[in-house]
């Protein structure tokens, strides 16, 4: 079932996060697959993505790029949170949750993706 995101900000907080979460995936992990889900549960809106490459690398490493800083600034910017965990078998899961907009977009020109 599509879910609609109304709330431009957060559309386009949530689409960067995705689209920063794909781009490390396939540029640090090698996957073979990509999966991107987004869903309502609880109030919330629900981004998952979940590749099935390397992994994460030790945890120090995985602190010094600026791409998982950037997402955690734009959860926290709607109000969100985000988890990066490395999978048991092979991979790595990003799960940004936040709650959900109401379905009247906010009054105010659309925002435009940078």
Do not use: Y
Not at 22 to 41: D, E, F, G, M, W
Not at 44 to 64: C, E, N, Y
Not at 65 to 92: Q, Y
């Amino acid at each position: 079932r599509p879910v609609l995101v109304a709330d431009h900000p957060v559309a386009t907080h949530l689409f960067r996060i995705a689209q920063e979460a794909v781009n490390n995936a396939v540029k640090h992990a090698r996957p073979r697959r990509i999966r991107l889900v987004l869903r309502t549960a609880g109030g919330r809106v629900v981004l998952g993505i979940k590749d099935d490459g390397i992994g994460l690398r030790a945890p120090h490493r995985a602190r010094k790029g600026i791409g998982l800083h950037i997402m955690h600034h734009r959860a926290h910017a709607i109000e969100g949170t985000l988890a990066v965990m490395r999978l048991p078998r092979r991979g790595t899961e990003v799960v940004c949750s936040v709650p959900q907009p109401p379905a009247e977009p906010k009054a105010g020109p659309p925002a435009r993706i940078k």
